[in-house]
């Protein structure tokens, strides 16, 4: 598997606008967090398994492809209970005061 598969996968099986990975990752538009793997990995110049977009876009990867195959969604899979939307019609995500949200 390299970048232009994955690609070619993602052209053809879309994801949601917004995936909560892990605890810690929310990505809040899936298309500009593929485009920004995509340039990365095209401008990197050292070894691909070195390239850290390129591990990023082949753990997004493999967690679509294990929620696409289960009727559960992303947030089910990793324990989340469901979301809520705010006043501008986003998902938002309840959290703690000494928990984190890093935007991948």
Not at 44 to 69: E, I, S, V
Request: glycine residues 2%; aromatic residues 14%; negative net charge.
């Amino acid at each position: 598997m390299n970048p232009e598969d994955i690609k070619r996968y993602f052209e053809s099986n879309t994801p949601p606008k917004e995936v909560k990975w892990t605890d810690w990752a929310y990505i809040s538009d899936t298309q500009v967090f593929l485009r920004s793997c995509y340039t990365t990995i095209q401008n990197y110049n050292g070894p691909m398994d070195r390239c850290p977009a390129w591990w990023h876009l082949r753990d997004f990867y493999l967690l679509m492809k294990k929620t696409q195959h289960s009727p559960a969604s992303a947030e089910t899979q990793t324990g989340e209970s469901a979301s809520e939307e705010n006043e501008s019609g986003q998902t938002a995500y309840p959290q703690s005061a000494e928990q984190e949200q890093v935007y991948i």
